[in-house]
């Protein structure tokens, strides 16, 4: 309702040409062509805490040389309120009313006649400045605004302040030196209809953007006080596409180098080296998570796996060979970096985690005799050395909030970051390999060799038995000894092995 009315009063007053003559200014509000404008630069002078707050402004009542500005705290009902103006009831709106926060009244001036004596320069711009060049109010710009970033004459900066940046201020924002306020669903044709569409997305360069659609208010604004830095889409100097950005950029790669072998002979016998290093990188980019109160940017430079393998062959006279293969392994997390949106306040801040490492080296032995027939093999592990979760599995790094908490109240119209990484199964397994694996690891098992013959029955020999007198009857306990007992012993293998069938065709086929 508030937010209506205001973007009703806001039309209105755009219909008054700036440079006509005249300038606005007011209480912390300097000098303007334009009511709307002096009512921003009141909103810029205004303390962090009230540029945080909704701001209401139009005619102060059915006074035309008036303006009144409200950057009020909350509001209420108020049956007496019939429009926008400044009274003790403080009336934001038709039967609305502001409470707390700060206000100014404009008024309407008219220009010295030598604006220059006055040495105001926001007054020498109201007056002596040509008529703005931003686009016609009510017209819709969709403009993208840096997250990780700044732009800094037309080129992108990766770097925000220590404290954060905000994207709105008062209802809109400044872009390419123009303003721009939030489209308001009113109904009246101006601004209306036009759907914000807010996506927040990255470039595979790294720089990530929140675009929105919002509408000229047809003045110049300079951006506020930690505003961010945000540009239109489409014009001839922008240089961001939104087409060419994500909301997930994370990649995978692997890369493989060699050197050349090296043969020498020592001794009679023919030693031949070379050493092979793969690098696997996982994780790679940026990924966008967006619930109801805060939208996150993850990014990284994902998780990066090493192996240096060395083979030496020394080949004996005989033909008989030992092989020697040497494999380090390194793991490197990138460190990552989370950038917070709040969606009801519209302020970035930012957030780093450290990196870890790990290193590992596994040495395998062979010997071959002159046949080429293997004769023996012994691999010997290191100690891992360094932070153990560099070493986790990638996949399960850089997972965002919801991808680990699905279940979280806040995650409940989170489909994924996109279509790209969706569930399919493991088209390498098969019913069979996996009961067989379950087989060999289980029989290798220390619980099965602590019950070994558990299953191999013998009724063979004298079965225990005993009596116990109840109630001047005799029991005999030997049921155990009976054929059914046996028979009862010999079905647990069978629940055993039917439990196992089930889990392995569930790893395999679902």
Known sequence: ?????????????????????????????????????????????????????????GPHGYNADQYVCYLYQTSQYDQWCTGIFITESRCIGDKEKGVGGTYTILLKQACPADPESTGNAALIEACGTEPSSCPNAGTPKRIATPINGTINNGVFVEDIPVGGMVIEIGGGLSADGCGYAIPIPDGNGVGGDVNPDTKVKCSPSGQCFRFSTYVATGQAREPGQDEATSVVIGDPESFVKEEDTNTDTRESRTSTTQTDPITENLDGKQITSQTVTTTETRGDGAVVETRDDITTVTQSDGITRTDTVTTTTTTNADGSKTVETTNNISYTQHPQTVYNIDNSTSRITVTAGSGASAQQTTRTVDTYDPAGNRTSSQTTEGPTTGDPAATEDPSEQGKTFCEENPDNISCKDYEGPSSEGEYSPDTELSYSSVMTDFTDRVGQSEFVGGVNGFFDLSVAGSCESGTVEFDGTVVVIDQHCSAMAVQIMGAAYWVIIAVASFAAFRVAVL
């Open 1 to 57: 309702m508030v937010a209506a009315v205001f973007f009703i009063a806001f039309v209105t007053a755009t219909s008054a040409l700036a440079y006509d003559g005249y300038y606005w200014s007011g209480w912390n509000a300097s000098p303007a062509g334009t009511p709307e404008q002096a009512c921003q630069n009141f909103v810029n002078n205004s303390s962090a805490t009230y540029q945080g707050y909704p701001l209401a402004e």
